[in-house]
């Protein structure tokens, strides 16, 4: 929204300035300013003052986008026409070329640039200015009129697509641009674009434009201006496409940021054959690995590379070689058909590897640049820190750090927590690797393994993810159309492509497996089926992709634990050396626990005991307990339940060994223990050797109409105070046991839901009275600690008159956010997707902890809690203890630890360690 500066009466009110030039070595922006002019444009202004080669341009703020977003486009345009006039005439200068001039015309893009990299979520108009008389005079003028009109063939097609609307009717339905360029190329007789002909190109611009005129009832326009105006709307209006906001909403990038417009003169990379355009990375953005590398094409404009029509070559010979090697391609063949950059524009290489290398030191960090060759003349069109896959990113941050890029701090606030988690998932057993059917390789596009069924569209992989079944995407290439489904599916595959396609670049960004370029798959969109050496793989047939190597497998593939790096350790370590917060693990079986100790775990943090009801045998005790018509009943079936979870707790203290175990007495409601079939139902009555009716009248009563807030948590012990003892005796026993191995036990006895001061002082006299009378039979003693659950509101507001009997608190977010929101967790996901969808809420209360509504209550009950003891520990056991947003709040409270799932505690440990940095005082 436009501001204004206020001023003295008889002042002039101050404009807001929307548009920033920049080119000739000049600019009015810089690396700082992005939230102003983007990534994009920000980058463009600061390698202008660095001297790069870049071609002249002017950005359009994100100030103007939300300026477009409140008040529409006819305001903005008369807000910014002046500027815009302005910005033109600084290319008019630069470049000698007048806008509209049917002689010397000035061509210009215009593209996106969000404050963060969003690949290919926004739109792009490149050769913008053409028309009937400008082509004319750009084939003049550059001496090449089939280049001339391949120009003006992609501005009406991408100006018809981006601006005008058309696009595939269906989801079945190939781009219509498209089917005319292929129906021009079978009639022609030839296999790529740029064997077309300048006849076959005038062609097919009169034919998109009948297309156009046909199918959206408009002409395709001629003035520049309006042109100009149109592309620009498009790049805002493309802010709140779909694609865009699904980008936003899975990266968590806000809405109000909006984007920015880089309008730029053109540089052709499809002039002639001495020009090219392509994308390089100063570093390996799938492995990390500190290789220069990227793809391009020689003849073709940007565009070409990442939407994977033609097959890109390699800028270094060292990448093209290994892509042969990939590619199964001699070295012959590869020097004649698909050389490097390097081999046949040694001197342009040269100064490409220059400018990679200056802006990496200048950046410190990987850098994703896009640049064109323009008859021999290098020009950068864009840098930008790259994406890169998790493993990646821990390796670069390492790699930099030993390197002296960047220092300690820098290294562990480089590495986004979240991305963590592709380290720690299962890669393909090597033993069934060795046996599995490889039916097709392509590119290595983004590491890792995935198995699941083949899906061709997008919305499908939606609706069968929703029905927990794993799938496959398979194109012939993706578009950002297809972002909702990438994210959802187990891996993608495509058959055309290279590694900076869109389906390379987004996987990566999503830590998600993809083979791309796979030219040995036909994909029939209209049967459904991929066909690999004439065999036939239909929607819902399973195969399996190696995203590291390229390989495609028939069928399912077995996986197994992956193998951590050294990198990864040493990152780790790091961490720990900068954190405050503690990272302890919700662990219920010793196997859990080990996992979660080779992660780093310091301890359990939560215990679920009622997850070992479940398992086995002892399912039958427990029930026996639960329908028991007496309390003799009950303590006949609990004792046979404690050598279940004594043996359980050994266990669990053996594997921690001097590490805290928090337990946490019986929670749920019991009829969750109760099967609701008549089957089941009749095999307890045929077990306890009763008839049905009497089951079904103790299920009956034990029905609840809201059971999460009923009969469960304390008030379980409360009213049956035997199962209490029974679960205390189980602990104590199994920690002396353990203790009288010479290993050192920390039992924290954790009571649950309490909303009163006597509901924990009563559960807190009984499990002390139960330990004391063990201590007597055993003659030995065990240190204990006792503590609760904060999980209710009353809870947290009364911490200072429960913590004076309590040596912990911990916080139970998951039940405290529903009852602080008045959400069922159960339920939420009926209303839930509509409120982040209308802005009602910025993320889902369960997944990030709500910092000002339930994190009140929980600050309020740090401090109270502390009031009343000083000495209190303070941890967060609600799945919010592995969210890097929820762990930094809990920094900032003052908690001691957080406690998540196993997978999730690096995850934790990062988040806490860049909790500490970005909060130094």
């Not at 620009?232 to 899975?250: D, K």
């Not at 640049?371 to 069109?381: A, E, N, P, S, V």
């Not at 380290?423 to 599995?436: G, M, N």
Request: charged share 25%; with cysteine; net charge negative.
């Amino acid at each position: 929204m436009m501001t204004q500066t206020m001023a003295p009466k008889d002042a002039k009110t101050v404009k807001t300035k929307y548009i920033y030039t920049f080119g000739d070595g000049n600019a009015e922006g810089n690396a700082q300013m992005k939230n102003l002019l983007g990534g994009k444009g920000a980058n463009l202004c600061e390698m202008n003052r660095l001297g790069v080669p870049v071609p002249p341009g002017f950005v359009i703020t994100t100030e103007a986008c939300t300026r477009y977003t409140e008040k529409g486009r006819e305001d903005l345009m008369e807000a910014i026409r002046e500027e815009m006039e302005q910005g033109i005439a600084h290319l008019e200068q630069i470049m000698g070329t007048r806008f509209g001039d049917r002689e010397n015309p000035l061509l210009i893009s215009v593209r996106s640039g969000a404050r963060v990299s969003m690949p290919g979520m926004m739109d792009t108009v490149l050769n913008l200015g053409l028309n009937d008389d400008a082509v004319e005079g750009l084939s003049q003028r550059s001496g090449e009129s089939r280049f001339a009109w391949d120009a003006y063939r992609r501005f009406v097609q991408m100006y018809g697509d981006v601006v005008m609307g058309l696009k595939p009717e269906s989801k079945e339905d190939e781009d219509p641009f498209e089917v005319l360029i292929d129906e021009m190329k079978k009639k022609r007789g030839v296999a790529n674009d740029n064997q077309l002909t300048t006849s076959d190109l005038k062609k097919l611009v009169l034919q998109f434009k009948e297309l156009i005129l046909q199918r959206t009832g408009e002409e395709f326009p001629t003035d520049p201006w309006e042109q100009l105006q149109g592309a620009v709307s498009a790049v805002f209006e493309s802010w709140n496409n779909e694609r865009a906001q699904v980008y936003r909403s899975l990266n968590g990038i806000p809405e109000h940021w909006g984007t920015a417009v880089n309008v730029q003169a053109m540089v052709y990379g499809n002039l002639n054959d001495n020009s090219a355009t392509g994308v390089a990375f100063t570093r390996d953005a799938g492995t990390g690995e500190d290789l220069f590398n990227g793809e391009f094409l020689v003849n073709a404009q940007g565009e070409d590379v990442v939407a994977g029509i033609r097959t890109p070559q390699q800028i270094t010979l060292e990448g093209s070689r290994r892509w042969a090697e990939l590619a199964k391609i001699t070295e012959e063949v590869r020097r004649e058909k698909y050389p490097s950059l390097e081999e046949i524009m040694p001197e342009v290489y040269r100064e490409l590897a220059a400018i990679e290398t200056r802006l990496e030191n200048h950046y410190a960090d990987m850098q994703d640049l896009e640049f064109t060759i323009q008859d021999g003349k290098l020009w950068i069109l864009q840098t930008r820190n790259g994406k890169r896959t998790g493993a990646a990113m821990v390796k670069i941050a390492v790699d930099m750090l030993n390197q002296g890029m960047i220092d300690e701090k820098t290294a562990v606030l480089r590495v986004d927590p979240h991305r963590l988690d592709e380290l720690l998932h299962p890669v393909f057993d090597p033993t069934a690797i060795k046996s599995a059917n490889v039916i097709a390789k392509g590119l290595p596009a983004s590491p890792g393994a995935a198995t699941g069924q083949v899906v061709f569209f997008a919305d499908d992989a939606e609706s069968w993810a929703e029905n927990n079944k794993p799938t496959i995407l398979v194109r012939m290439e993706t578009s950002p159309e297809d972002l909702r489904g990438m994210s959802v599916a187990k891996g993608i595959l495509t058959a055309r492509g290279g590694m900076t396609s869109h389906a390379a670049v987004v996987a990566r960004g999503m830590g998600k497996c993809c083979v791309s370029g796979a030219g040995a798959i036909h994909v029939d969109y209209r049967a459904r089926t991929m066909t690999v050496d004439g065999q036939t793989f239909r929607e819902g047939d399973w195969i399996s992709l190696n995203g590291s190597t390229g390989e495609v497998y028939e069928g399912r593939i077995i996986t197994q634990e992956p193998a951590l790096s050294g990198d990864f350790g040493k990152l780790m370590k790091l961490a720990d050396k900068y954190t405050r917060l503690e990272v302890r693990t919700n662990a219920d079986t010793p196997e859990d626990a080990a996992t979660a100790l080779r992660f780093g775990a310091r301890g359990i943090g939560l215990c679920r005991t009622e997850h070992m009801f479940f398992e086995g045998e002892r399912i039958i005790p427990m029930r026996e307990m639960i329908l028991a018509a007496d309390e003799t009943g009950r303590r006949t079936a609990l004792d046979k339940l404690l050598v279940f979870q004594r043996e359980d707790f050994r266990g669990l203290f053996e594997t921690m060994h001097d590490l805290p175990v928090t337990i946490r007495l019986l929670d749920p409601p019991l009829h969750e223990f109760i099967p609701h079939d008549e089957a089941g139902q009749r095999e307890i009555a045929d077990d306890m050797g009763v008839s049905l009716e009497v089951i079904k009248d103790k299920i009956e009563e034990l029905k609840e109409a809201n059971p999460m807030m009923g009969h469960r948590g304390c008030r379980l012990g409360i009213t049956y105070p035997e199962i209490t003892e029974m679960q205390v005796r189980a602990i104590i026993e199994a920690a002396l046991d353990v203790k009288m191995k010479g290993i050192r036990v920390i039992p924290e006895i954790m009571v649950p839901l309490v909303s009163k001061v006597k509901e924990f002082e009563a559960q807190k006299n009984l499990i002390e009275a139960t330990a004391e009378t063990i201590f007597a039979e055993r003659n030995e003693r065990v240190e204990y600690q006792i503590g609760t659950m904060v999980e209710t509101p009353r809870a947290a507001m009364l911490a200072d008159y429960i913590s004076p009997n309590a040596h912990f608190f911990s916080f139970g977010t998951n039940d405290l956010t529903q009852m602080t929101f008045g959400y069922s967790r159960d339920d939420a996901s009926k209303f839930l997707p509509i409120y982040l969808k209308q802005g009602l809420l910025d993320h889902d209360p369960f997944e990030e902890i709500d910092q000002y509504g339930v994190g009140g209550l929980v600050q309020i009950a740090v401090e109270r809690g502390r009031k009343g003891n000083p000495n209190l520990s303070l941890g967060l056991c609600g799945e919010h203890g592995g969210n890097p947003a929820s762990v930094d709040f809990c920094h900032r409270v003052g908690l001691d630890y957080v406690s998540c799932s196993p997978y999730r505690v690096p995850i934790a440990r990062l988040a806490a360690a860049q909790a500490s940095l970005k909060n130094e005082k």
